[in-house]
């Protein structure tokens, strides 16, 4: 499959027939591995996405990375421009772009200071690449950033090759319910 929108309808299409316990069990492995992680465990600033659209769930993890002492940054997206900006996470949430879940209010996080930005995705492939939502908000973020990058999935959302554009950025390891891949 070489599509990048037919993996997307795909993907989609499999993570909405997902079973809530079974979304909710892979996702506790999924974050138990990266919590596991020696670049979480060094990690002061840690960037995360607020889960959706059966994604794999993040509730746990922010508030256990939180509970650790670690900052904790999450995206503020402008629906127009599709630029995300990192913003602290104090405890307020509102609805934002796209109806997901955004810090309130938006206390802008400088990109330097974060050490991991954890990168959701539709489908991820194993020599690091990764498909959105066709946005590019990730891409336009991450090319600015020196720390960690890590993709997090479902094990069938990873798969052998995703078409490639310009712009866009590589993971530098990619997390599922069963396995760490870093040797890209």
Do not use: W
């Amino acid at each position: 499959m070489n599509n990048k929108n037919a993996i997307r309808a795909e993907m989609k299409a499999r993570r909405k027939a997902m079973p809530i316990a079974e979304r909710n069990g892979k996702s506790d492995a999924i974050f138990h591995n990266i919590i596991s992680s020696e670049l979480i465990k060094n990690a002061d600033t840690v960037m995360c996405y607020m889960s959706a659209f059966g994604e794999p769930s993040t509730s746990l993890f922010i508030e256990r990375l939180t509970k650790s002492g670690k900052r904790i940054v999450l995206p503020v997206t402008d629906p127009e421009s599709g630029m995300i900006t990192p913003s602290y996470f104090t405890g307020e949430l509102g609805r934002g772009a796209f109806g997901i879940r955004e810090p309130l209010p938006c206390m802008v996080a400088d990109i330097a200071d974060i050490d991991v930005i954890i990168v959701p995705g539709i489908a991820f492939d194993r020599r690091g690449g990764r498909i959105g939502f066709g946005k590019g908000c990730y891409d336009r973020l991450l090319c600015n950033f020196g720390g960690v990058i890590i993709g997090v999935c479902y094990d069938f959302q990873l798969i052998d090759e995703i078409p490639r554009g310009e712009h866009d950025i590589d993971m530098d390891l990619i997390i599922t319910e069963t396995g760490v891949y870093h040797d890209f």
